[in-house]
């Protein structure tokens, strides 16, 4: 019983803090919940926190080959994780909003492509492996005294915060999105798209400037 008891909030403070930063998929979340409803956005952070689940995983079990495969192939990881930041970047700043400036009744969903988008995205950013293992260590998290069902648990319960992170977010943005017009949400999109094309460019740099030193 103790160890549940250490392992449930600290589970869902790591599941929380690995969604907080406001990146692209934030960003994304954001611009969803405003020009497609609540829970289209929710979908696509709910595939945002699967992602997250997997390199959870992947750092519990697999720690050491994991980081080493990073450190062999770097440059090509961060050159494909910018171009899909690019790719998305440039779509939502073509994007006309007024046709997607919906209520949610009249919005055809699809709710598998919002969830894989998510996905995507997020898993296409390896490099958040690095923040997971600094917060695996800072809560000194998944201990080798830990039992099998201790394990599941634990990783239920940062997908649980990840979950409750995003319902926030996407409850928080529609209840102040129906102040936005328009004309305002043509220019989020612009803005966030610039904000992606942006750390895609900025990730190619940093990609090649690690290569050639």
């Known amino acids: 019983m103790e160890q549940i008891l250490y392992i449930i909030p600290r589970g869902l403070a790591i599941g929380a803090l690995i969604s907080a930063p406001m990146g692209p998929i934030g960003m994304l979340v954001i611009q969803r919940t405003l020009s497609k409803g609540r829970w289209p956005a929710f979908f696509t952070g709910l595939g945002a926190a699967l992602s997250d689940l997997v390199y959870c995983l992947l750092t519990g079990f697999c720690l050491s080959f994991i980081t080493d495969f990073i450190d062999a192939h770097q440059f090509i990881i961060q050159v494909i994780g910018s171009i899909v930041l690019a790719a998305f970047g440039l779509y939502l700043f073509r994007k006309n909003p007024t046709r997607s400036l919906r209520t949610a009744d009249n919005v055809a969903t699809n709710y598998w492509g919002d969830f894989a988008t998510g996905f995507l995205l997020t898993f296409s950013n390896p490099l958040i492996l690095f923040f997971i293992i ?80």
Not at 141 to 164: N, R, T, V
Not at 180 to 187: E, G, H, M, Q
Request: glycine share 8%.
């Open 134 to 213: 600094g917060l695996f260590a800072r809560f000194n998290y998944i201990m080798p005294e830990f039992l099998f069902y201790h394990h599941i648990l634990a990783y239920i319960a940062i997908f649980s915060g990840a979950l409750l992170w995003w319902y926030g977010v996407t409850s928080l943005v529609a209840r102040l999105g129906r102040r936005i017009n328009v004309r305002s949400l043509k220019l989020i999109n612009r803005i966030i798209g610039i904000v992606l094309i942006g750390m895609a460019a900025v990730g190619v740099v940093m990609s090649l400037l690690d290569k050639h030193l």
